[in-house]
């Protein structure tokens, strides 16, 4: 994709203005005559809180929190122990780190962007902290390793803290670092106590995968590489390094401690007797199944699933992300009246919807997942309890290899021509179901508000021919990109929010673009109105950055599943259901898109709700994201 | 003879039974109650089941929406009869899809498959 030609004259146009400002801040009197008379910063009767509440911030505090701090002296610090921190980073591989500056990390924020020359990793400007972590939950999924999340401390990890918990739950690994001014004793009154804490982690510790405080330059070498080796082992997850700003801005003490190297732990795999018995249930089944969730890590997992299923003629119901091609003759539940008699569950999140199905018709249940062996107790992410006949604990990507080994070995050949007739049979029931869906795509297709299936299929011949990738969730479009496309790469489809929270799809999006920018891959990513609200700089951060994603609004004009439940509700508790757009709908006035994705300094072009103004209006941005840039379209669309 | 006329009073208190309905009225009450949260802004289906073309006359249509299976149940004091008979004529009046075979794009879709 061709860079963009933008040039700085507006950067620097912005920058004259700035230093005006600045100036006209520094020649204000009276902040001086107030920090004068508040003797070195101290909260005085004033600014103390009301009812023996946390100060108000002193008038030194919010200066230096707005940048107005006058300079407390002429000392010089040559080497800060954040210089060894970028080191330490700069082992790690990591590319990006997303932030929004606080000043609980600034002395390792100027050493990243000075001493380690703003590379590996690169600094992204975001405009809320959980946009930056939800970016790096999208940048992980493209990228299969974490990207960085740089964090305020208590404020900016209390916003990040919804994304984390995405990505907790999505087993999603991303690299966290919060500042922190743990030494009271050096604190500054006011804003710097807020914004510290004695346990800092605490604060999102019931989600994240693993945390740490480290109190020296080498305990931090040594957290920083184990953090990251956790966050990678499956089931991977969220880490956060809690960093004190003494520790980084205090100079460099001696020889620099050394860099211990990081060594990926192997995922856990199946217990071989374990795996060997699966092989005996799935073999002898009549009518396998598999159910396969957040298996597929790497292409690789990809890969060895379309392996089992031939090998199994078993057909591969696959949800949130992509584990299995969408085309492939085994994609599905079976034909009609299809009764598993075995389920072979792979990294299932909550098991017992499909575990009492088995139960009723006297099936087996086979699961295999990582999350066995990883528990805690506050979030209730583990889902049920559940009846199973066989519990695998361990990384089922990991595990396949060894039951593909093992069915191999235990096949006979009657065997194998018994389960080629089953596959015929699974091959003319997926090409009729996929029929009947794109068929289904009939229904409204000339409608205004424009059909989600219309937008979606308007956009496949588009972009099939191009290198793309599907960066936004797909359950409130109606799943019409699962229906309508071809996936058969792993970077075609991502899944969804990982705990339900909405805010991630704008931001992930922009995340798994930025991975799929560096290998020229097209991003889509067909964006829910609701979402984009919860914080919609990050499409600031994506043409800062030049981040080529072509956005297309699904503007139903509200939230349009909870509308529905409260209908649902209303007419439940025997009551007038013609309310239930109070406190759901987004209208009155109507969000203009165009103008937002303007604003924020990108192509954009909508409201359209006539379906022929579609393709055109497609064109145009597609023609911008194959440029280096983002664009959006707002396509008014039916609810779902 | 005896048969015609008995066809003939037979229609006639059919048309005594089916109120017309105010298909104007029905539309405003089809966006208030939100029915087109789950059918769509005309009837195609969303999240809940394809209106158009209505499968029902206008008895079968009431007693199915006071007796819903999947979709919440709505009673009386929800929403009246002469209500529904107002939702009921405007569902009559939305245009049903064209044809699969008459869109290309479906037809490439289908191709692909």
């Given at each position: 994709m061709a860079k963009s030609k933008k040039t700085s004259v507006d950067r620097r146009g912005f920058l004259k203005g700035a230093a005006a400002g600045a100036a006209a801040l520094v020649a204000k009197p009276q902040v001086a005559d107030a920090q004068q008379a508040q003797s070195n910063g101290q909260p005085t009767a004033q600014n103390r809180g009301v009812n023996g509440s946390a100060p108000e911030p002193t008038q030194v505090a919010l200066a230096r929190e707005t940048g107005a701090?006058?300079?407390?002296?002429?000392?010089?610090?040559?080497?800060?122990?954040s210089d060894y921190m970028v080191d330490v980073l700069k082992t790690l591989d990591i590319e990006y780190l997303a932030a929004n500056p606080g000043s609980t990390y600034e002395s390792l924020h100027e050493s990243l962007i000075n001493y380690g020359d703003n590379k590996m990793p690169e600094f992204l400007t975001c405009c809320h902290e959980e946009s930056a972590v939800a970016m790096a939950h999208g940048y992980a999924k493209i990228e299969g390793k974490p990207m960085m999340a740089l964090i305020h401390g208590d404020i900016g990890l209390q916003h990040a803290s919804m994304a984390i918990y995405n990505a907790y739950v999505d087993r999603v690994p991303i690299y966290m670092v919060v500042g922190n001014h743990s030494d009271g004793a050096r604190r500054n009154a006011g804003v710097q106590s807020l914004h510290s804490?004695?346990?800092?982690g605490a604060l999102v510790r019931d989600y994240t995968k693993w945390d740490d405080e480290p109190l020296s330059l080498g305990h931090f070498a040594e957290t920083a590489v184990r953090a990251y080796n956790i966050a990678m082992t499956p089931p991977g997850g969220p880490v956060l390094i809690v960093c004190n700003a003494e520790i980084q801005g205090d100079p460099i003490q001696g020889a620099t401690p050394r860099i211990p190297k990081l060594t990926l732990t192997t995922p856990p795999a199946g217990d071989m007797a374990a795996v060997r018995e699966a092989a005996k249930l799935l073999i002898n089944a009549e009518r396998p199944q598999i159910i396969a969730q957040?298996?597929?890590?790497?292409p690789e997992g990809m890969t060895l699933l379309v392996e089992l299923a031939e090998l199994l003629q078993a057909p591969v119901n696959s949800q949130?992300?992509?584990?299995?091609?969408?085309?492939?003759?085994?994609?599905?539940?079976?034909?009609?009246?299809?009764?598993?008699?075995v389920t072979l569950n792979l990294?299932?999140?909550?098991?017992l919807p499909q575990a009492r199905i088995d139960r009723a018709r006297g099936a087996k249940t086979i699961q295999i997942t990582a999350v066995s062996v990883f528990h805690k107790s506050n979030?209730?992410?583990?889902?049920h309890y559940a009846d199973i006949d066989l519990d695998i604990g361990a990384d089922a990507q990991a595990t396949l290899p060894a039951l593909i080994e093992e069915i191999k070995k235990e096949l006979t050949a009657d065997r194998k021509r018994a389960l080629q007739e089953r596959g015929a049979k699974l091959a003319e029931a997926h090409k009729a179901a996929w029929d009947r869906q794109i068929e289904d795509?009939?229904?409204?297709?000339?409608?205004s508000p424009i059909s989600l299936a219309r937008l979606t299929g308007e956009l496949w011949p588009l972009i099939?021919?191009?290198?793309?990738?599907?960066?936004?969730?797909?359950g409130f479009v109606g799943n019409w990109p699962n229906r309508l496309w071809k996936f058969d790469k792993h970077y075609q489809y991502i899944g969804g929010q990982g705990a339900g929270g909405m805010g991630y799809g704008a931001p992930a999006s922009v995340g798994a673009a930025l991975a799929n920018r560096k290998h020229g891959r097209l991003s889509v990513n067909i964006q829910t109105d609701g979402d984009l609200?919860?914080?919609?700089?990050v499409l600031w951060t994506a043409a800062h950055h030049r981040i080529p994603l072509l956005t297309i609004m699904?503007?139903?004009?509200?939230?349009h599943q909870e509308v529905m439940f409260v209908e649902e509700q209303a007419a439940l508790h025997n009551?007038?259901?013609?309310?239930?757009?109070?406190?759901t709908k987004l209208w009155d006035?109507?969000?203009?898109y165009a103008k937002m994705a303007q604003a924020y300094g990108m192509h954009g072009e909508g409201p359209?709700?006539?379906?022929?103004?579609l393709v055109p209006a497609l064109k145009r941005g597609l023609e911008i994201v194959k440029k280096g840039e983002p664009a959006m379209i707002d396509v008014v669309t039916q609810p779902r | 003879m005896k048969l015609l006329l008995l066809v003939a009073s037979c229609a006639v208190l059919a048309c005594a039974q089916t109120p017309a309905g105010d298909a104007k009225h029905g539309k405003d009450l089809f966006l208030s109650y939100a029915c087109?949260?789950?059918?769509s802004f005309d009837g195609h289906g969303g999240a809940g089941a394809r209106?158009?073309?209505?499968?029902?006359n206008q008895a079968g249509f009431i007693s199915f929406v006071r007796n819903a299976g999947r979709m919440p149940t709505y009673g009386p004091k929800v929403i009246s009869d002469a209500q529904l008979v107002d939702i009921y004529a405007y569902i009559k009046t939305l245009p049903t899809s064209r044809d699969a075979k008459s869109i290309p794009l479906i037809q490439e879709l289908l191709k692909e498959n």
């Open positions: 701090r006058p300079a407390e002296s002429a000392r010089v610090i040559e080497h800060p122990g804490a004695q346990d800092l957040r298996m597929a890590r790497t949130e992300r992509i584990n299995f091609p969408t085309r492939h003759p085994l994609a599905g539940t079976g034909w009609q009246g299809y009764q598993p008699d990294e299932v999140g909550d098991i979030i209730q992410d583990f889902g795509a009939q229904y409204g297709w000339d409608s099939k021919n191009e290198d793309w990738s599907l960066v936004s969730p797909q609200n919860y914080a919609p700089g699904h503007n139903n004009r509200g939230y009551r007038r259901g013609d309310r239930s757009h109070i406190g006035p109507n969000i203009d359209i709700s006539d379906p022929n103004d | 087109y949260s789950c059918h209106l158009v073309p209505m499968p029902l």
